[in-house]
């Protein structure tokens, strides 16, 4: 069992480390992303603007802001090769120190469903990248809003589940 822990512990570090990599790049880049010398946000992009809004940006969009987002984007994809499966590792290593059986199964189908997280973010980018190019948006756009939703609710879920029941393993020991 500690040996697991070990392992799960090792991966959770090296996937934290491209996580923070992948964030810091990104967020050097944020501060480029503007519009008409206002800036806009990728969580903007993703949950906040409407289409019509993402339609402008994108259309008016320099070549310079464009390439920067592209690359912000394509960042992004490093960032998930850290995030999803270092949610994944936190459920893991908290599963380790239970006791109860149920809460074992709980953390494992937590850890199960960051693959779909993870699947959901690529299609959110394969979006963004594909309305980059071509800056039409049909009807995807609630389909789109659905996949974001999901994979947001899906990752906190199990990052804020794992990592409460680390700190309360901290204080209480095995539950």
């Known amino acids: 069992m500690k040996n697991d822990f070990n392992r799960w512990n090792r991966l959770f570090l090296f ?3 491209l996580f923070l990599a992948a964030a810091f790049a990104m967020k050097w880049m944020e501060d480029d992303l503007t519009f008409f010398g ?3 946000s990728i969580l903007g992009l993703e949950l906040y603007y409407s289409k019509e809004k993402i339609v402008t940006i994108f259309i008016q969009l320099d070549s310079k802001v464009r390439t ?3 690359y ?6 490093i960032f998930m090769a850290g995030c999803y499966p270092g949610i994944v590792c936190l459920c893991m ?3 380790e120190k239970m006791r109860s059986l149920n809460m074992k199964r709980i953390l494992f189908i937590l850890a199960g469903i960051q ?3 993870w699947a959901f973010d690529i299609v959110e980018n394969y979006y963004l990248l594909k309305w980059l190019k071509q800056p039409v948006i049909g009807n995807e756009f609630e389909f789109y809003h659905v996949i974001v939703y999901s994979k947001w609710i899906i ?6 589940f794992a990592i409460s029941l680390h700190v309360g393993l ?4 095995k539950i």
Do not use: N, P, V, Y
């Open 15 to 17: 996937c934290l480390g």
């Open 38 to 40: 206002e800036k806009f």
């Open 68 to 70: 920067i987002l592209r």
């Open 72 to 77: 912000h984007l394509i960042f992004d994809f």
């Open 93 to 95: 290593m908290a599963a």
């Open 115 to 117: 693959l779909f997280a």
């Open 155 to 160: 990752a906190l879920a199990a990052a804020l």
């Open 170 to 173: 901290l204080s209480k020991r």
